[in-house]
């Protein structure tokens, strides 16, 4: 066996009997596996091994890899996520090649990416990125506004909001950890408390998977675990 397959077997075995211990239903976390920076090669490795979901941040590189893995590869069906910072005049894109979109974190970029979907696509899914944490540095949009950011958007055609997704300030405190997740978690619970229907928590990378598990995760975005350590300088 392959170390991408092995690394897999070893992130998928860690999810369950993280779900079994803190006592969430078998399989209600998805695996969407962070490919960035990683080459067609390691994705076609972690495909054959039954992995469909990807997770790109950087949209030249994701389309390339997209556009070279449906030629070469059309026996895969790929759901590709877009995680990464969007700039609003790259919406067009996104809206074309991508099925999620975990980022969004201000209007104009919902209402971009709700008119730039193919009328003939299914709609796009999104999750609306929040700054958990309240860093200045950090994308998302504040935990004050969610609200009414989700109000706004719910509505558009062509896109479906499905839950929230954070990067929390890193650290290594486990207790920390589950606070940053624990209140996304509650502004998730808020905003279906309004009326808005989400099913979707995006949270929990390869250093707070299980915080991310314990405190109500859907969908864990892991890269390292699975591909091992990324080189930018490539
Ligand atoms: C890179 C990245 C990940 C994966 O991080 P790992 O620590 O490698 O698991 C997850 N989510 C986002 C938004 C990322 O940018």
Request: aromatic share 6%; glycine share 6%; net charge neutral.
């Amino acid at each position: 066996m392959s170390l991408i397959s092995d690394n897999l077997q070893a992130v998928l075995s860690d999810i369950r009997r993280t779900e079994l211990q803190y006592g969430r239903p078998a399989s209600s976390v998805r695996l969407l596996a962070v490919s960035k920076t990683f080459g067609t090669d390691a994705i076609i490795e972690a495909a054959r091994c039954g992995q469909r979901a990807f997770g790109e941040n950087y949209l030249q590189e994701a389309l390339d890899k997209i556009a070279f893995l449906k030629q070469s590869v059309p026996e895969f069906t790929l759901e590709w996520h877009f995680i990464g910072p969007i700039q609003s005049n790259k919406t067009k894109p996104i809206a074309e090649h991508f099925d999620w979109v975990h980022s969004v974190d201000r209007e104009k970029i919902a209402h971009r990416l709700s008119e730039q979907r193919p009328p003939d696509y299914p709609d796009l899914n999104i999750c609306l990125q929040v700054n958990i944490s309240g860093e200045d540095s950090k994308s998302g949009v504040s935990p004050d506004d969610v609200l009414v950011l989700a109000e706004r958007i719910s509505g558009l055609p062509k896109i479906r909001l499905r839950g929230l997704m954070a990067v929390p300030a890193p650290v290594t405190d486990f207790v920390a950890q589950r606070e940053a997740f624990q209140r996304l978690h509650a502004l998730q619970n808020q905003l279906i408390a309004r009326g808005i229907s989400l099913d979707t928590l995006s949270m929990g990378m390869s250093s707070d998977i299980h915080a991310a598990i314990a405190e109500g995760s859907t969908m864990v975005r892991i890269g390292t675990g699975i591909f091992g350590s990324r080189n930018y300088a490539k």
